[in-house]
């Protein structure tokens, strides 16, 4: 299918670690790609490839991919972390892109 | 760095067109093989790909809007556009403007303007 799908909200204790999901056929061939969005804000990139931030990220960030399961885990979260979290990936056609439905993060 | 900058109307009329332009700067929108890209999002919803053109000309567009949408640049300007034809109170959200980049067979979206709002309404 041309979808990806996420839970619509987790939540996490500060300090603990939390793994938002994104599950779509279209992640056996394509690595996800993470982007975290505040309130207000544009999205951010956090997490592209196999696993890899770009420069400025936290290495509390980091990306995992099995099968059509693409996570991303915020190990040791914090307050400011609470954001929306978006997976993307290319469709089947490599050139146009999906956007999963994203997942509210709320650190207690 | 590259900075990406979206203008326009915050205002169109329904059954009209959505015209939007994104100013490049920091960088030429004709360098490298980036593909420059549209996502929308409607007020307390996810992110929606609108479609992205390449410096050449080259365009892909969301099939669910293809018929009404078109995206143009103007490398002299290092800007391009997004016209989105008969607007209706579905398409009001806001706007980004995003520039893809391919880095090794990877693709992302690494740099985003800040957003404009767009509501449609008579």
């Known amino acids: 299918s041309s979808e990806l799908t996420q839970d619509p909200a987790v939540s996490v204790a500060l300090g603990q670690t939390v793994r938002i999901t994104c599950r779509g056929d279209i992640l056996r061939s394509y690595y996800a790609t993470w982007y975290q969005q505040m309130p207000g804000q544009a999205p951010i990139l956090v997490v592209y490839g196999k696993d890899t931030r770009p420069p400025g990220i936290p290495d509390r960030f980091s990306g995992s991919s099995s099968g059509d399961t693409a996570s991303l885990t915020i190990t040791g979260a914090q307050a400011e972390d609470e954001a929306d979290y978006y997976c993307s990936s290319r469709d089947n056609s490599g050139s146009h892109w999906l956007f999963g439905g994203g997942t509210k993060v709320t650190v207690l | 760095q590259v900075q990406l900058q979206e203008s326009g109307p915050g205002l169109v009329k329904p059954s009209q067109t959505l015209s939007l332009t994104c100013t490049v700067s920091?960088?030429?929108?004709?360098?490298?093989?980036?593909?420059w890209n549209w996502v929308r999002q409607p007020a307390g919803k996810g992110l929606q790909w609108i479609g992205r053109?390449?410096?050449?000309?080259?365009?892909n567009y969301n099939s669910s809007l293809e018929s009404r949408v078109s995206i143009s640049v103007d490398t002299s300007n290092n800007q391009f556009s997004l016209d989105l034809t008969s607007a209706t109170a579905a398409d009001t959200a806001v706007y980004y403007c995003?520039?893809?980049?391919?880095?090794?067979?990877?693709?992302?979206?690494?740099?985003w303007g800040q957003g404009s709002l767009v509501i449609v309404s008579s």
């Open positions: 920091g960088d030429s929108i004709s360098r490298g093989n980036f593909y």
């Open positions: 053109i390449h410096h050449t000309g080259s365009t």
């Open positions: 995003a520039r893809e980049e391919a880095n090794w067979g990877l693709y992302y979206f690494d740099s």
